[in-house]
């Protein structure tokens, strides 16, 4: 079975400041790891992925991820948050032996405060 | 607008109604997912698609549901007999096939919402 845990339900930060959002996995077989925010009334939007080589990740608006193996997480960061960024975060992993099926964390809203 | 496509965006029903749902995945995309998403939780994978076949179904995918994609382009998700706790948002998925790594990126549709009264 695999699941996700994204262990803070809310992050605060100030805008300027760069912001960590905590996602940790297990899987059975080699994870792919997935970051989506939704924004309200809205379906997820893909930020970035993790299948395979570095393990830090860039995507999408100026995040970032990096995969640690060893740990089993793979925390979502930006180095300078902007008030644009606040919105729910998803974390999701999916692995070589369940192709097709996600699982989802339960999220995590991130505030950024002026 | 070339992204997945969910129709109705809204639905409001009375217990004990049916209701169906469509989603038009990106057209070069033939994995098709459906999800369902409560307040305050992730989206729980309820079945996909691979063309035409339905490949995989969740538990969570009662008798009451059905999910179907005849010609391996739109999916429509059935549910007979709502109960309230039907509720939700239902969320559709589409990838392109899969590659070396077997799972590409989902990009989902806006959802719709369900309302059982």
């Known amino acids: 079975a695999q699941s996700v845990a994204q262990p803070e339900d809310q992050v605060n930060v100030a805008e300027g400041n760069p912001l960590t959002v905590k996602c940790t996995y297990s899987?059975?077989?080699?994870?792919?790891l997935f970051w989506y925010v939704q924004y309200p009334n809205r379906g997820l939007q893909f930020l970035l992925k993790?299948?395979?080589?570095?393990?830090l990740v860039k995507g999408s608006y100026g995040f970032e991820a990096e995969f640690n193996k060893s740990q089993t997480s793979f925390h979502l960061k930006k180095p300078s948050a902007l008030v644009s960024d606040s919105a729910l975060y998803f974390c999701?992993?999916?692995?070589?032996?369940?192709?097709?099926?996600?699982?989802f964390g339960d999220g995590t809203t991130l505030t950024v405060k002026p | 607008d070339t992204g997945v496509s969910q129709d109705p965006r809204h639905k409001i029903t009375k217990r004990g109604q049916n209701v169906t749902f469509r989603c038009d995945p990106i057209?070069?995309?033939?994995?098709l997912y459906w999800y369902r998403q409560t307040l305050g939780q992730g989206p729980e994978f309820l079945t996909y698609?691979?063309?035409?076949?339905?490949?995989?179904k969740s538990r969570l995918l009662s008798d009451r549901f059905s999910a179907e994609r005849p010609k391996g382009s739109f999916s429509t998700l059935e549910i007979q007999r709502t109960e309230q706790g039907d509720s939700a948002m239902y969320l559709c998925?589409?990838?392109?096939?899969?590659?070396?790594?077997?799972?590409?990126?989902?990009?989902f549709g806006p959802g719709t919402r369900l309302l059982v009264l």
């Open positions: 998925a589409s990838s392109t096939p899969p590659g070396l790594a077997a799972q590409e990126t989902q990009y």
């Open positions: 899987v059975s077989g080699n994870p792919y």
């Open positions: 993790y299948i395979t080589g570095d393990n």
């Open positions: 999701a992993v999916s692995d070589n032996t369940n192709a097709g099926k996600s699982t």
């Open positions: 057209s070069e995309h033939n994995r």
């Open positions: 698609f691979q063309n035409e076949a339905q490949l995989e």
